[in-house]
Every structure is written in structure tokens, then in C-alpha cells.
């Protein structure tokens, strides 16, 4: 039983089958999800030193090079002054480098030498926790819940 729970109105109940009777809030159901998948991303990626959401910026700067704060915050779903701060931690652990752009108030970020060794090394790890949440659920139930989610997304904005 999840920490907490012996003390709410449904003491006993399963976490996957009656907490949505318990807490019928989807936000708080997405966040409980979104807080232990994270927990099994950052577990694995621990040997690397990163966090899932340091990977995630790496990845994304292996996939779109010169990245401005916006396109990442479009995409990342983050606001710009969180990963702004997060940018500058990263860049001064020197995992990324920021530029200026053309025009003289933006930055483009892309990854160092440091960055791009540092995503090389933690790839299989996060292959790893992708396996496991594929293999817990299975990689149909993921891509669907996926499309799902950016289905939502979409509607949302």
C-alpha cells in the first residue's frame, strides 16, 4: 500500500483498481502516475548522474540542435523560467552550451562534447526503464496511452 493511504476513507483498497474511487481527481491521478514513472526513469538513469528531466533536454538537443527556450518549452511542456534555471545548471555542469541567435535577445542551446558523451552513456539506461514500463504494461497500452495523452494535450491548449 502506498505511503499515506492507511489512513484515508479507503484503507484497503488496491492503488491501481480503487484509488480513482478514492481520489476521482484525473489530475491527481496523472500526477501520482507521472511521479512514479518518473521515479523508475530516475532510478535507472542514476549510474549517468542524470535525472529523466536532464536526459529529456538531452535527447531533445540530439534531435533539434540550436533549440531555443520556446521550441523546447513547446514540446517539453515546461515553462520557460523552470527551464531556463534548468538550462543554466546544465550548462554549467557543462552538458550543453548556449549561443546567441540571429536575433541578438534569443539563445540556442545545443550539447557539448560533455552532453552528447553524457546522453551516449545514459541511453541504455533509459532503454532500460523503457523496457521495464513496456514489459509491466505492455507496448501497445504505451503507445495508445501516449497518443492519448498528446491527444489531450492538443485539446487542451
Known amino acids: 500500500m502506498r505511503p499515506g493511504l492507511q489512513d484515508c ?3 484497503g483498497l488496491s492503488v491501481g483498481r480503487d484509488v480513482p474511487a478514492v481520489l ?3 489530475c491527481a491521478t496523472v500526477r501520482s502516475a507521472s511521479r512514479v514513472i518518473s521515479r523508475i526513469y530516475d532510478d535507472a538513469l542514476r549510474p549517468s548522474g542524470l535525472q529523466i528531466s536532464q536526459y529529456t533536454v538531452l535527447e531533445f538537443l540530439t534531435l533539434m540542435p540550436e533549440a531555443r527556450v520556446t521550441d523546447m518549452c513547446a514540446v517539453l511542456g515546461v515553462d520557460q523560467t523552470t527551464l531556463s534555471r534548468n538550462l543554466a545548471l546544465m550548462a554549467r555542469d557543462g ?16 550539447l557539448s562534447p560533455a552532453g552528447s558523451a553524457a546522453y551516449l552513456q545514459a541511453r541504455p ?33
Open 9 to 11: 476513507p479507503g484503507e
Open 24 to 26: 476521482p481527481c484525473y
Open 95 to 110: 552538458l550543453i552550451a548556449g549561443k546567441k541567435g540571429a536575433d541578438k535577445r534569443e539563445k540556442r542551446w545545443s
Open 125 to 157: 539506461l533509459w532503454a532500460a526503464a523503457q523496457k521495464r514500463l513496456e514489459e509491466s504494461w505492455g507496448d501497445a497500452r504505451l503507445q495508445r496511452l501516449r497518443a492519448d495523452l498528446h491527444e489531450l494535450l492538443d485539446s487542451l491548449e
